[in-house]
């Protein structure tokens, strides 16, 4: 059973710095892309940082220039680095992690942690 723990969110002011961790309770390696994902209220699930096992990475553009993912794989530890941040970024942060099949994948999520912009 593949378990996704985050950690690090929290309350910061717009402009300021968060570093968002996801501990895995397997390799990181074994998954084929690990990625965040943002839910603001009323609003729907999105992307905000994909990261492939061959390290290719892809941002929502909101995202770009601001935020960086990584991965630490002696720690099976995902990251998500955010910087500049805005109001428009509190929403609720999840880890995904996804292993390709032939014809379908296995999406496993973290319950998220909370980040909240604001002055």
């Known amino acids: 059973q593949v378990q996704l723990v985050e950690s690090g969110g929290g309350l910061v002011q717009p402009g300021g710095s968060l570093r968002l961790s996801c501990a895995a309770s397997?390799?990181?390696?074994?998954?084929?892309?690990v990625g965040w994902y943002r839910q603001a209220p009323g609003k729907e699930r999105e992307l905000v940082a994909r990261l492939t096992r061959d390290g290719s990475t892809n941002y929502a553009d909101s995202a770009k220039g601001r935020f960086t993912i990584s991965r630490d794989n002696a720690k099976d530890t995902v990251y998500l680095q955010m910087n500049s941040l805005k109001p428009e970024d509190t929403a609720v942060y999840f880890c995904n992690a996804v292993k390709w099949k032939i014809l379908s994948q296995d999406n496993y999520w973290g319950h998220g942690t909370q980040v909240t912009v604001s002055s």
């Open positions: 397997g390799s990181i390696f074994s998954f084929n892309a």
